[in-house]
């Protein structure tokens, strides 16, 4: 069963730091695009960070809204990514969700996964 856990949210002042986890199992986890979502009230989801897999030679890219502040990596033998950021602003506040994502070559399927989110608040 595919299953991605987000945790690490929390309510923090601006400037300060959080590190989300994305805890992920129930597929070939090394060989999956793995991104980080936000999507603020009103507003729609925003790419801010991925990493390709193996395949992909691990590039990483960024959203110009996180570029400098935040910081993508990932854990292919405990199947988990992180998203390091840091600098918070308030602009910064939104649900944040993992994402995982790749293309099966036999089938040319698409298979993508997502979890349930995790509420990061930035406030003074």
């Known amino acids: 069963q595919v299953q991605l856990v987000e945790s690490g949210g929390g309510l923090v002042q601006p400037g300060e730091s959080l590190r989300l986890s994305c805890h992920a199992a129930?597929?070939?986890?090394?060989?999956?695009?793995m991104t980080w979502y936000r999507q603020a009230p009103g507003k729609e989801r925003e790419d801010i960070a991925s990493?390709?897999?193996?395949?992909?030679?691990?590039?990483?890219r960024y959203a110009d809204s996180v570029k400098g502040r935040f910081t993508i990596s990932r854990d292919n033998i405990n199947n988990i990514v992180y998203l390091q950021m840091t600098n918070l602003k308030s602009e910064d506040t939104a649900r944040y969700y993992c994402?995982?994502?790749?293309?099966?070559?036999?089938?040319?399927?698409?298979?993508?996964?997502w979890g349930q989110g995790t509420q990061v608040t930035v406030s003074s």
């Open positions: 994402n995982a994502w790749a293309r099966e070559i036999a089938t040319n399927k698409e298979l993508d996964y």
């Open positions: 990493q390709a897999g193996t395949y992909g030679l691990g590039i990483q």
């Open positions: 129930g597929f070939a986890f090394s060989s999956f695009r």
